[in-house]
């Protein structure tokens, strides 16, 4: 870490230190996140002060020396990158997720050394690293409160400093006061315009101080940490050899959870996938009904198991019998659950197609889909003993099913699902339907006509009623509420047609 250097001995020294530099700048973020969110929504305003933000972490860090490695490089242009998300698709759940997760990956760049490779990652020291870089930005914060004193009052270069600003301040007061008031005598309109200018409202007043005290502590404390890594994270809690599981510990702990794995896929294989007789012959339950049922317990079975697996991994010893006994049984674990996650979606589309889709089932089997993926890269990692290249490939993998849940459209995807069982016949929930995001607009307003007469009616009303006008603040311009305004100016006519 650079440390702040107080005894600034000229003007220039003092132009140049770091803690003015932050300070200023972090001000300066302030303004410009009262400027950009202040009254508005989520747009393109995120990623705009995210660039901001970022930009000015590269600056000061390069002014002061830090070379910026690879992977931190990598991992600000990912996060600026999935800040964007949150102006191309409207859905909340959507956004908050582009928001944790490029805000966890900047996090992560302030604690990586500049050397640092992402396979040589632990997941300790990702785990760890996030807590870390936390922590170090709210320090930051601290430590330039607590040095306000030191560099503005007791810097040998700026001594004279406040006392020269506070005799000019008591010079210009009095002047503003009666010039201001001749003029404002004077001509009534510049008295017009003063008497508006002065007169504010409290509560305005105090939601620009909140963005702008807000942003400049955010600011603040990561510009902190641009003057140097915070610190390597730990490599993670050892075990002593004589403390490890042997293989026959762990071939019985592994052993035993294949096992009841395999009993429930055997009778996975002759219920659910026998069909809806074996189900009412045995249990007196619908199909849907026993579909509905385990569906996301199956689910955290999956996820589960892969802390399971890693720990047998950390504790087991480290021999070639260990080592074999768990390739067996992890390998075995993992196919048969690969059996139960396809029972998982056997059951969904069941339940799918009898109670339609939601955000939670379409989010549920997303992830499903994504653990599905980091069980086989599992295998290929730790079971060639590579174990610091699962947490870079589990990573970039998650990014990848970020970005094509995203590219995907959840919402667009349950109104399409939805309007498809309408078709058919089926019932239409219309208040689930309008309670989806801006992204659901377009593909409702195509298949409106498959509703009945009612719900056509209810959907054209508040499709009116939200998007009838367009969006006029850029600062929240998004993609999906963008589309959705220009797909009910398109189809207007139809829709005030839709109750007649």
């Given at each position: 870490m650079i440390s702040i250097d107080s005894k600034s001995e000229s003007p220039q020294d003092f132009a140049r230190d770091p803690w003015l530099v932050i300070v200023l700048v972090s001000l300066a973020l302030g303004g410009l996140a009262d400027l950009l969110f202040n009254g508005a929504a989520p747009g393109v305003n995120v990623p705009l002060w995210a660039a901001a933000v970022i930009a000015a972490f590269v600056l000061i860090a390069r002014r002061e020396g830090r070379r910026i490695g690879g992977l931190v490089a990598s991992l600000l242009v990912v996060s600026l990158g999935l800040s964007m998300m949150v102006a191309w698709r409207a859905s909340v759940e959507l956004q908050i997720g582009a928001v944790g997760t490029s805000l966890a990956l900047f996090l992560l760049a302030l604690t990586v050394q500049d050397d640092a490779r992402a396979d040589r990652m632990s997941i300790t020291s990702f785990v760890v690293g996030l807590t870390i870089a936390a922590g170090s930005a709210l320090r930051g914060v601290f430590i330039l409160v607590r040095s306000a004193p030191q560099h503005?009052?007791?810097?040998?270069?700026?001594?004279?400093?406040?006392?020269?600003?506070?005799?000019a301040a008591l010079i210009t007061a009095p002047l503003l006061v009666v010039f201001g008031g001749l003029f404002v005598a004077a001509d009534a309109v510049f008295q017009d315009w003063v008497v508006n200018a002065l007169s504010v409202e409290a509560a305005s007043v105090v939601r620009h101080l909140a963005w702008w005290a807000g942003g400049s502590v955010v600011a603040a404390g990561v510009l902190w940490c641009a003057l140097g890594p915070q610190g390597a994270p730990p490599d993670g809690p050892q075990l002593a050899e004589a403390r490890r599981l042997r293989a026959l510990e762990t071939g019985v702990v592994l052993g035993s959870l294949a096992a009841l794995f395999a009993l429930f896929v055997l009778i996975q294989i002759r219920y659910l996938f026998g069909g809806s007789?074996?189900?009412?012959?045995?249990?007196?339950?619908?199909?849907?009904?026993?579909?509905?049922?385990?569906?996301?317990?199956?689910?955290?079975?999956?996820?589960?198991?892969?802390?399971?697996?890693?720990?047998?991994?950390?504790?087991?010893?480290?021999?070639?019998?260990?080592?074999?006994?768990?390739?067996?049984?992890?390998?075995?674990?993992?196919?048969?659950?690969?059996?139960?996650?396809?029972?998982?979606?056997?059951?969904?589309?069941?339940?799918?197609?009898?109670?339609?889709?939601?955000?939670?089932?379409?989010?549920?089997?997303?992830?499903?889909?994504?653990?599905?993926?980091?069980?086989?890269?599992?295998?290929?990692?730790?079971?060639?003993?590579?174990r610091n290249e699962f947490v870079g490939g589990a990573v970039a993998s998650a990014l990848v099913a970020l970005?094509?849940?995203?590219?995907?459209?959840?919402?667009?995807?349950i109104a399409a699902t939805n309007l498809a069982r309408a078709e058919d016949g089926r019932d239409f929930d219309v208040a689930y339907a309008l309670g989806l995001s801006a992204d659901a607009t377009p593909t409702?307003?195509?298949?409106?006509?498959?509703?009945?007469?009612?719900?056509?009616?209810?959907?054209?009303?508040?499709?009116?009623?939200?998007?009838?006008?367009?969006?006029?603040?850029?600062?929240?311009?998004?993609?999906?509420?963008?589309?959705?305004?220009?797909?009910?100016?398109?189809?207007?006519?139809?829709?005030?047609a839709a109750c007649r």
């Open positions: 503005l009052l007791l810097s040998r270069g700026a001594d004279a400093r406040p006392r020269v600003l506070g005799r007789e074996h189900v009412l012959g045995s249990i007196g339950l619908t199909y849907a009904e026993y579909a509905r049922r385990g569906f996301f317990e199956l689910v955290a079975v999956a996820v589960l198991l892969l802390p399971v697996l890693l720990a047998a991994d950390w504790a087991r010893a480290r021999s070639g019998r260990s080592l074999t006994t768990y390739r067996v049984f992890g390998t075995v674990l993992v196919v048969l659950l690969l059996v139960v996650m396809t029972s998982a979606f056997q059951r969904l589309r069941i339940y799918i197609d009898v109670f339609g889709l939601t955000a939670l089932r379409f989010y549920a089997a997303a992830l499903l889909a994504w653990l599905a993926t980091v069980f086989v890269w599992l295998l290929w990692s730790l079971m060639r003993e590579r970005v094509i849940v995203v590219a995907v459209n959840p919402h667009g995807m409702l307003l195509d298949g409106i006509d498959a509703l009945e007469d009612d719900d056509a009616c209810e959907v054209a009303n508040a499709m009116l009623a939200r998007w009838g006008e367009p969006e006029s603040d850029l600062r929240s311009w998004n993609w999906g509420r963008a589309a959705a305004a220009d797909a009910v100016d398109a189809t207007g006519e139809r829709l005030a």
